[in-house]
């Protein structure tokens, strides 16, 4: 037998397991569901698709986040693969963000208690005058990408974020930078459905509590319910276990 079809048969068994263990998981309204949801998907005006947009875990996260509309996650779905199209996700590559990693100020590292990994953000690294929103906006898509395969290297779904303010100064201060995660923010609401699983956001000062009061009624409630505001880095300790915390915690 050829190591050839031996990796195939491999592939096979390992796919065929996969979805047992996942339809195994389902209650008969959510397999009901995804049936409905997947003919949709097959006859969509998008087809052919890529393996990521047709893949059923990434059905079964548009079902949860629209409670089990079918034609709500198909809609959203939908705008999901049309948005990933348009934008070029699949193109965005290390080197085509290289400015935003090399500064530092976002990168995965550690993990939550959940054991969600964590992209920590440390604002006092983001230089307006050698970026601009648009790059931001890009390399945040890039890192998600990122955090989604280590997350599912983990048997993990969801992503965590420590948005780091602390050490911020006039320097740092970018008037689109709250534009910036607002829009991040819509991203993983509109198109990484279920990806977000909690924002820790720490060192924030009376003008970030003020901007937070008028945005988060914006935000959806489930969305709102994931964005943790911390006072102090020791706040962050009820969060993450000791080995995981960062040495300016």
């Not at 193109?91 to 290289?98: F, H, L, N, P, Q």
């Not at 648009?134 to 969801?158: F, H, M, P």
Request: glycine share 4%.
């Amino acid at each position: 037998v050829s190591t050839q079809s031996t990796w195939g048969h491999f592939l096979s068994v390992y796919f065929f397991s996969r979805q047992v263990c996942r339809l195994e998981a389902m209650s008969v309204d959510q397999f009901a569901a995804e049936i409905n949801l997947r003919r949709l998907v097959q006859e969509s005006d998008l087809c052919p698709l890529s393996t990521v947009e047709a893949d059923p875990d990434a059905l079964q996260r548009f079902l949860r986040a629209r409670e089990g509309d079918t034609g709500a996650a198909y809609a959203m779905w939908h705008k999901w693969v049309l948005w990933r199209r348009e934008y070029g996700v699949e193109s965005i590559t290390a080197e085509s963000v290289e400015a935003e990693l090399r500064s530092g100020k976002a990168r995965w590292q550690g993990r939550d208690k959940a054991g969600r990994p964590c992209c920590i953000i440390r604002a006092r690294l983001h230089d307006p005058k050698a970026s601009s929103p648009e790059a931001v906006v890009r390399a945040g898509v890039y890192l998600i990408e990122q955090g989604i395969a280590l997350a599912e290297e983990r048997r993990q779904t969801t992503l965590s974020v420590v948005y780091d303010r602390s050490g911020m100064g006039m320097r740092n201060f970018d008037p689109a930078l709250f534009s910036v995660a607002r829009q991040l923010l819509d991203v993983f609401q509109d198109y990484y459905a279920e990806r977000l699983g909690a924002v820790y956001v720490v060192n924030v000062n009376w003008l970030y509590w003020t901007l937070w009061k008028v945005v988060s009624p914006l935000l959806s409630s489930t969305t709102r319910a994931k964005i943790h505001v911390l006072s102090r880095p020791s706040d962050l300790y009820a969060y993450f276990d000791e080995d995981q915390r960062q040495p300016e915690w």
